[in-house]
């Protein structure tokens, strides 16, 4: 089993791993009513999701 021939160092494994980074979540805008919303979700505002209400809000 090969055994690495020097420990690597914490800045040499914190450069490798700059680029692992939480990016936010994308949204869209929800046909209906404008909303922000993220994609593939019913919309929290209208309820609505694909053109067709799915959840009855109370307006």
């Given at each position: 089993?090969?055994?690495p021939?020097?420990?690597?160092?914490?800045?040499?494994?914190?450069?490798?791993?700059t680029h692992?980074?939480?990016?936010?979540?994308?949204?869209?805008?929800?046909?209906?009513?404008?909303?922000?919303?993220?994609?593939?979700?019913?919309?929290a505002?209208?309820?609505?999701?694909?053109?067709?209400?799915?959840?009855?809000?109370?307006?």
């Amino acid at each position: 089993m090969a055994v690495p021939f020097r420990k690597v160092s914490k800045t040499r494994g914190r450069k490798r791993r700059t680029h692992y980074v939480i990016s936010a979540n994308d949204t869209v805008k929800c046909p209906k009513c404008g909303e922000a919303k993220r994609p593939h979700r019913v919309c929290a505002n209208c309820g609505t999701y694909k053109d067709k209400e799915v959840v009855k809000t109370a307006e």
